[in-house]
């Protein structure tokens, strides 16, 4: 299987060039877009993911691996739409309402995709509406929300309210994160988990899409 | 006292007694430890150690603080009451206090006046005789307000509860009356009967604190207030009976959401209204402003860098007291490191930490990816008191959101960096933090022959206001050339800031001369 290790060396180097030629290359060469992103990307990520945990890697790190991630998985992504490969899951993502923090959440995205989710990003200042009308939308089965201020964490708990009051809550699983948060604050609103950093955000959508 | 209990303070050698019962907080707060999350058990700043008595954890604690920090005797004095005597290590000390000394030009007026900044962390006041500027007295304290959250957002957090903002307000009010009180007592009752005018500045949130204003705008996008404008009282009104009757109390105006009239102070004492070139005004405090421009035209951002440079969210961090590490030096392959007191280190504080990174680099110690070359973990500075790798992170977030909001500011106004002649720095740069080390991990992105240390510049702006014929106006106009902007919106931020988490790799030039003294007014 060590075929395509340039893949997954590309990507946890952050060389977007060499993550899209070597893409291209294996795509001609006939390999299963699917075991790309298994075998190599996926790894890769999760690499990535253990050393940003680490402190070996840092943000600047993260954000040019995750752009060659992203770079060679815009190559793929057609190809297994069109094969009808599913997503591991499919998560909303946005900065509560009254934020406009999110470089952090954009790390979160990245390593969610990097960890085989669909990622539906709705980006900063998010109302619960916009929540609401995403998990109808999209019909996801996690909804991440991130705050950095201590004013707007009450935006997660407002949010999580409305979702129970518009009959959604039930469809999803939620997990919450940023600088200010933390696991009681995450019990007290009654949200499903909290993750502590990227890194950490796959593996806990891993196991909240499991259960 | 019924039923009183004694708590012991070390290191210093201090006892109090209390009402059996009372909240640590409480006893504590009165001896100066600050509860940076308004006493909310989350950020564990107020931490104190039981070196004698009982206090049993609180469930939750060991989670929040580790079991070995628990065992070792370590709680969150936020959260306990004192039930028996005790003895507490704290881990925190005094802040230091930033006065201003510097000369300025000025035209004498008739009477005395009384300049005030009024910080988020400290205050100082000053009575100055306007015949002939001379201060005639000083006096600082800390911000009692910080018994409610030592950072702006938790305190503004606490304003939104209920009676909060009337609690702040309360506090804040009488605190400056008694520092106007002793002022006057110092100068003597001849010279507090002078007294004709009274002059306060500070961030938008201080302003809407002391003026008794609404505070939630101010906590959630687009942190836009409508009331910025001057806050007028009368001494007798607030009940200053020290002062005479009449004497105008005037704090004056903010810019906006985040940027008070302590930049508008400084922007007035370097003179950077009557500038013709460009130039740059940074204040470094835990929100960073920056602004960029010339006499004409001035335009401000906040940038949010954090506590880093205060010692804060460090794992050794502390404030710049005794025990801390407060400088590190190469020399040949090793270093030393400068201990504040002479006593055994105990921790770092702000200037240490960009010291020791700028060791770090240059020994090759630390990659200017931020990593320790050779893959550790930590680094031991001067035993026990360690860098660790993720204190190296905390500082990169910090210095990057400075110099990416200094560069986009700079390239929105055409300012190339290298023509630049005068960069003002007030509050922590050149008066607690080296330039070369700041230089050296990159916080700085200009020449360093252009850098000014400038000092507690809003105590100088609202001295210098103080001799104005009209205050108030001479700060509107300058207000209507300032426009604020706000980094967030700016889709190139994320970039900037990600480039300027990295150290430069080669040392920067080394310095010829001693920066000079900022120029006079
Ligand atoms: C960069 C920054 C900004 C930038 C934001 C740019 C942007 N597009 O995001 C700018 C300059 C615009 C800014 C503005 C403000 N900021 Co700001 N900002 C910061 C800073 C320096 C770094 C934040 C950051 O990006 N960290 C890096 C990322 C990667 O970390 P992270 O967000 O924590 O995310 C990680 C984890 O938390 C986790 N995570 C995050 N979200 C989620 C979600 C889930 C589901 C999971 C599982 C995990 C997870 O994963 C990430 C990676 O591991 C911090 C201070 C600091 N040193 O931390 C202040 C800080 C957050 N800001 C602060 C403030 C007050 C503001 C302002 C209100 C005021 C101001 N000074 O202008 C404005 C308001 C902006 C707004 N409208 O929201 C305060 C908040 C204090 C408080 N008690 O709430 C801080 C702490 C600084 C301070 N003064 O102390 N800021």
């Not at chain 2, 070390?10 to 059996?20: E, G, H, M």
């Amino acid at each position: 299987m060590s075929e395509w290790t340039k893949l997954y060396d590309a990507v946890l180097n952050g060389d977007a060039d060499t993550a899209r030629s070597v893409t291209d290359e294996a795509l001609a060469a006939g390999t299963d877009p699917q075991t790309l992103v298994n075998d190599y990307m996926i790894p890769a990520m999760d690499e990535v993911g253990r050393r940003f945990e680490a402190n070996d890697f840092f943000v600047p790190e993260l954000l040019i691996a995750a752009r060659a991630m992203k770079g060679a998985l815009g190559k793929i992504r057609p190809l297994l739409t069109a094969s009808g490969v599913k997503p591991k899951g499919r998560v909303v993502l946005g900065t509560v309402k009254g934020d406009l923090h999110d470089i952090g959440k954009n790390l979160v995205a990245a390593m969610l995709e990097g960890g085989g989710f669909e990622v539906i990003d709705l980006g900063v200042d998010v109302s619960a509406e916009k929540f609401i009308e995403a998990i109808r939308d999209e019909s996801a089965d996690i909804v991440a929300m991130s705050a950095l201020l201590t004013t707007t964490m009450p935006s997660m708990k407002n949010t999580i309210e409305a979702l129970n009051e518009a009959g959604v809550r039930g469809n999803v699983k939620i997990m919450i994160g940023g600088a200010p948060i933390t696991r009681e604050y995450a019990e007290e609103i009654g949200a499903d988990s909290y993750g502590d950093s990227a890194a950490t955000a796959v593996g806990i959508a891993r196991k909240l899409v499991a259960s | 006292m019924e039923n009183s209990v004694l708590i012991r303070l070390r290191p210093l050698d201090k006892t109090i007694p209390v009402p059996a019962g009372t909240p640590l907080a409480n006893a504590l707060f009165a001896e100066g430890v600050e509860f940076p999350c308004g006493g909310r058990g989350r950020c564990k700043g107020c931490r104190v150690r039981v070196l004698e008595g009982r206090l049993p954890a609180f469930p939750g604690e060991r989670r929040l603080l580790g079991d070995s920090r628990v065992n070792a005797g370590w709680r969150l004095s936020c959260r306990h009451r004192a039930e028996s005597d005790l003895t507490l290590e704290l881990a925190q000390w005094e802040a230091a206090v930033l006065g201003d000394n510097t000369d300025f030009i000025f035209s004498p007026r008739p009477g005395c006046g009384i300049a005030v900044d009024v910080g988020t962390t400290t205050l100082v006041a000053q009575l100055v005789d306007l015949e002939n500027g001379n201060v005639l007295a000083v006096r600082s304290g800390l911000n009692r307000q910080a018994r409610f959250g030592a950072d702006l957002m938790s305190r503004i957090e606490f304003s939104m509860t209920f009676e909060g903002r009337t609690t702040l307000t309360n506090l804040i009010r009488k605190q400056l009356a008694e520092l106007v009180r002793d002022l006057l007592a110092a100068a003597g009752p001849e010279k507090a009967e002078r007294v004709n005018r009274m002059i306060l500045v500070g961030n938008t949130a201080m302003h809407h604190l002391f003026g008794g204003l609404n505070t939630e705008p101010l906590s959630r996008y687009p942190f836009e207030t409508q009331a910025t404008g001057t806050l007028r009282f009368d001494a007798g009104r607030l009940g200053w009976n020290g002062l005479p009757a009449g004497c105008p109390v005037v704090f004056l105006p903010c810019i906006g959401g985040f940027v008070g009239s302590d930049i508008l102070a400084g922007l007035l004492a370097v003179g950077f209204d009557r500038r013709e070139k460009p130039g740059v005004f940074l204040d470094l405090g835990t929100n960073g402003e920056v602004v960029v421009g010339n006499r004409s035209r001035m335009v401000c951002a906040s940038t949010a860098a954090g506590p880093a440079f205060e010692g804060a969210r460090i794992t050794m961090g502390m404030r710049a007291s005794t025990g801390a590490i407060a400088e590190v030096v190469p020399c040949a392959k090793s270093w030393r490191c400068r201990v504040i007191g002479d006593v055994d280190p105990r921790g770092i504080c702000g200037s240490g930490l960009v010291d020791a990174v700028a060791a770090g680099l240059d020994l090759g110690m630390i990659l200017p990816n931020g990593r320790f070359a050779h893959g550790g973990k930590n680094w031991v500075l001067s035993s026990p008191v360690q860098l660790h790798q993720c204190d190296i992170r905390e500082l990169q977030l910090a210095k990057g959101a400075i110099a990416a909001g200094a560069k986009i500011l700079m390239r929105a106004n055409d300012i190339r960096p290298r023509n630049l002649t005068d960069v003002f720095m007030a509050g922590a740069f050149g008066n607690y933090l080296r330039l070369d080390s700041a230089l050296r991990i990159g916080l700085l992105p200009f020449p360093d022959k252009a850098l000014r240390p400038s000092g507690n510049t809003a105590l100088l702006g609202a001295k210098i206001s103080l001799f104005a014929e009209n205050p108030e106006s001479a700060c509107e106009s300058l207000r209507k050339r300032v426009v604020h902007v706000s980094l967030s919106q700016d889709p190139g931020f994320q970039d900037t800031f990600v480039e300027e988490m990295t150290f430069p790799g080669k040392p920067a030039t080394s310095r010829a001369s001693p920066p000079e003294k900022a120029e006079k007014l």
